[in-house]
Nanobody, 114 residues
Framework: QVQLAESGGGLAQPGGSLRLSCAASGSIFSAATMAWYRQAPGKERELVAM???????NYADSVKGRFTISRDNAKNMMYLQMNSLKPEDTAVYYCKYVAGVVVWGNGTLVTVSS
């Protein structure tokens, strides 16, 4: 059974940086499409970034040039480097695993505020 665990959330100032991590266990990680989503208060969950097994990536327009998604298949890990953070980036961030089944993590809260 696949399990995901996010970490790295917290409080950051506008213009600051955070790095989120997603650890996957019990999975064939290297064959999975992985993604980061976020859900702000009162809003629907939205795609932030996606990375395919060969390493291709896709980003929401709102984070292009500021966020970088990456993966380490040897460690079963996915990352989201978030730079130039804005208050509107405040949300719970979730990682998602897709490889025949869809699995979500429990989320990690990112708050951007001065």
């Amino acid at each position: 059974q696949v399990q995901l665990a996010e970490s790295g959330g917290g409080l950051a100032q506008p213009g600051g940086s955070l790095r989120l991590s997603c650890a996957a266990s019990g999975s064939i990680f290297s064959a999975a499409t992985m993604a980061w989503y976020r859900q702000a208060p009162g809003k629907e969950r939205e795609l932030v970034a996606m990375i395919w097994p060969p390493g291709g990536t896709n980003y929401a327009d709102s984070v292009k040039g500021r966020f970088t998604i990456s993966r380490d298949n040897a460690k079963n890990m996915m990352y989201l480097q978030m730079n130039s953070l804005k208050p509107e980036d405040t949300a719970v961030y979730y990682c998602k695993y897709v490889a025949g089944v869809v699995v979500w993590g429990n989320g990690t809260l990112v708050t951007v505020s001065s």
